[in-house]
DNA sequence: GTCTATAAGCGGATAGAC
DNA sequence: GTCTATCCGCTTATAGAC
C-alpha cells in the first residue's frame, strides 16, 4: 500500500494522546510501557518519540491540557450562566452541575488526573498542582461568599470545600451511563446535598430551579 | 557478625509487608520492583520469594489483610459502642467517626487499597471487591433505616451512601495531623455534614452529643 | 532463612535507512 | 514521519550453596 496521505502527524500525536489515556487509566502510568501504547496506536514503539520526547513528557502533556480544558470550560460555563450575577447558593449548585457533567463526560482524563501526579517529576508536579489548587479555590470562592445568604450557615469552608469537591469527583468511580440514574438525576442529587452541606434547610431547596446545565461548548474536544 | 537470632522469619515478614506497604503508597505498586523493597528491608532480593511467591501474591496479602483488619475494627467498634440500639441518626455519626479515625491512622494501607485494585489479577480482584461493598453496606444499611427517624430526610440511599463515603475517604487526601484542625476537629465537621446530608436540620444537629471516638483496639496494628 | 548467581525477557530510549 | 535494528539496564523469578 502506498503512503497514507491522509493520515498527517498532528492525527498521529492526537492517537497516540487517546491510546495513552485510555491505557494510563486502565493499567496506569508505570504499568503501561511505549511499546503497548505503540501498538495500541498501531505504529512502531520508535515513532513515538518524533511526537513526545519521553514518556514523562507525553504523560504531562496529557495532564497539563486536561487542567487547561478544564479551567476553559469553567470559564465559558461561567460566561454563559452570568456565574458572577447569582447568589453563592445557586453559583453553588452551578458549579456542581458544570463539574459532575463535566467529569461524566471525560472520566478518563480525571481518572489519570488525580491518580499519576506521583508519576510525575518535581516540576512538572508543581505544575499541575497550582492547576488543581486554582480549581479548589472556585469552590471556596463560593463558599466564602455565603454570609451575604442568611439561608446558608458553613461551619469551615475548608473542610466543605474539600468535602464538596471529594464527593463530586468520588461519582466517577461508581457512576454508570446505562445505570438505574440518569445524568440529571445525579446533578440534581448533588446539589440537593450541596446545599444541604452548606447548611440550607429542606424546605429551601425542594422547589427551586437551577440551570445546570453545561454550554455546548463543553462536548467538543481536542 | 553472627546470625542474629532475634530477627525471626515472622519479623522479616512483617517488614516485607511494612515496606511494601510504605513504597506501593508513595510509587504505586507497578512502578516499585522487588528489588527497591528487598533494598528498604535490608535483604537481598531472592530472600523475598521465601515470604511472597509472587509480587502479586505480596500485594494481594497487603490488600486482604487490610480489608480484614478494617471488617474487624468495625465488629469491635460496633460492639463497644452498642451499635445496635443506637437510631439511625447516631449510627450515621458512630460510623463517620469510625471511618475517619481508622483511615487517618492508617492512611497508606488505605491509599493502596483503593488505587492499587486494577493492579490485581481477576480472582484477587474479585475478593476485595466483595469485601469493599460489604463494607459500603454498612453505610446504606444505616440510610435505610432513615424512615424510622421523622428529622431524616434522604431522597436516595445509593446516592447519599456513596457520596458520604467519597467525601469521608478524600479526607486522607488532605488531611494533615500538625495542620490547623484536629482529629476531633474534622470528626466533629463531617459528622455535621453528614446529619446535613441526610436531611437532618441544622438546629436538630448543633447540640447533639455522639460517642465519636474509638475503641482502643483500633490502635492495635500486626 | 538468607545468600550468590543467573536465567530469560521487557523497559526506555536512540541511530540511521527510507 | 515511520521504519528496522539495537543498546543496555532493569525486571520477575529460580537454583542451589551455606
Redesign the interface.
Known amino acids: 500500500m502506498a503512503r497514507r496521505t491522509d493520515i498527517t502527524a498532528a492525527d498521529t500525536a492526537l492517537n497516540i494522546r487517546r491510546e495513552a489515556v485510555r491505557l494510563f487509566a486502565?493499567?496506569?502510568?508505570?504499568?503501561v510501557s511505549m511499546r503497548k501504547i505503540a501498538s495500541a496506536v498501531g505504529v512502531m514503539p520508535g515513532a513515538l518519540y518524533h511526537h513526545f520526547p519521553t514518556k514523562q513528557d507525553l504523560l504531562m502533556c496529557l495532564l497539563s491540557e486536561h487542567m487547561e480544558r478544564l479551567h476553559i470550560a469553567w470559564d465559558t460555563h461561567k460566561a454563559d450562566c452570568s456565574f458572577e450575577t447569582l447568589d453563592a447558593s445557586a453559583q453553588l449548585s452551578s458549579f456542581i452541575a458544570f463539574h459532575i457533567r463535566y467529569h461524566i463526560a471525560l472520566p478518563e482524563d480525571v481518572f489519570i488526573s488525580m491518580?499519576e501526579l506521583?508519576?510525575l517529576d518535581a516540576g512538572h508536579f508543581a505544575k499541575i498542582e497550582q492547576s488543581r489548587h486554582a480549581y479548589e479555590q472556585i469552590v471556596k470562592d463560593i463558599l466564602m461568599r455565603s454570609p451575604e445568604q442568611p439561608q446558608m450557615?458553613i461551619?469551615?469552608v475548608?473542610?466543605?470545600a474539600?468535602?464538596?469537591?471529594?464527593?463530586l469527583?468520588?461519582?466517577t468511580?461508581?457512576f454508570n451511563q446505562k445505570g438505574?440514574?440518569s445524568e440529571d438525576?445525579?446533578v440534581a442529587?448533588?446539589c440537593?446535598?450541596g446545599a444541604?452541606?452548606t447548611?440550607q434547610?429542606?424546605a429551601h431547596t425542594q422547589n427551586r430551579q437551577f440551570d445546570t446545565h453545561l454550554t455546548p461548548s463543553l462536548s467538543i474536544r481536542s
Request: net charge positive.
Open positions: 486502565q493499567y496506569g502510568y508505570a504499568a491518580m506521583r508519576a450557615k461551619d469551615d475548608h473542610v466543605t474539600m468535602a464538596i469537591l471529594s464527593m469527583t468520588g461519582i468511580g461508581w438505574r440514574l438525576d445525579i442529587c448533588y440537593r446535598l444541604r452541606m447548611g434547610e429542606p
